[in-house]
């Protein structure tokens, strides 16, 4: 029998009903206008898509002329939930969206069994909703693609860009960073800080990132350590936060969409 991982935070950060969920994120991707070749790497963030979708759909617009190369999306986001020492994977056949379900590429999950930090943790997956919002996006931009989810925890980006190494691939592979940027500054606060975030990120400063400036600061860096390696060019997509979508601007949320592209 196969072992899946169900949805989590279905009907909370996203619709559960598939017909809604379909149309809410299409109407998001349609309302982009992309522009550029397809990315090799994005960095996107992963709050309830009335708050964050639009930002997320400004970057995944630009792979659906990909949708026909791209079959394996190593995903990577931080655990909000579990306290642990490195890299979680899962052992799970199957993840599921009230879309379908998702294959993980266990062949290429076997090659990162002889990295210390990288752990088969289900707990780690089993709530945490980083990685999950990602997937119906990544449905309905994509053909049939195979999925290796990473849930970071306590690691350093060098540990993370060594498991990007392995993964990397050619342009069949797109590398996707969940994380949101700053978190409950008054907006004016949080526009300068996610500012001075985003051009850490573009420029390929990972050093640069401070505790505080996205949740998903350790994915990032080791992506941006490995996307300096390699020689990627990063792109500022999309930059809003919750006051400018869904909330109030007392204490708000930053949203940045980044774009990586160049070398495969």
Sequence with gaps: MSKIRN????????PADPDHLKQMVMGYLESVEPEGNP??????????YIYSGPIAASVYARLVSARKKINRVVLLGPS?????????????DYFRTPLGDIPLDHQAIKTLQDLSQVICLEAAHANEHS????????????EQFKLIPLVVGDATGSQVAEVLTRLWGSEETLIVISSDLSHYHDYLTAQRMDQATSEAIVTLHP???GFDDACGRIPVQGFLLEAKRIGLQGELVDLRNSGDTA???????????????GSA
Excluded: N, W
Excluded at 7 to 14: E, H, I, M, N, R
Excluded at 247 to 261: C, L, P
């Design 7 to 14: 949805p989590a935070v279905s009907d909370l950060f996203y």
């Design 39 to 48: 990315p090799k790497g994005v960095i996107v963030p992963h709050a309830g």
């Design 80 to 92: 909000h939930r579990v306290p642990f020492y490195g890299l979680a994977i899962s052992e799970a």
């Design 131 to 142: 990685l999950e919002v990602q997937l119906p996006f990544l449905q309905l931009v994509l």
């Design 207 to 209: 050093d640069a990132l």
């Design 247 to 261: 909330g109030s601007k007392d204490q708000v949320v930053g949203y940045g969409a980044y774009a990586f592209s």
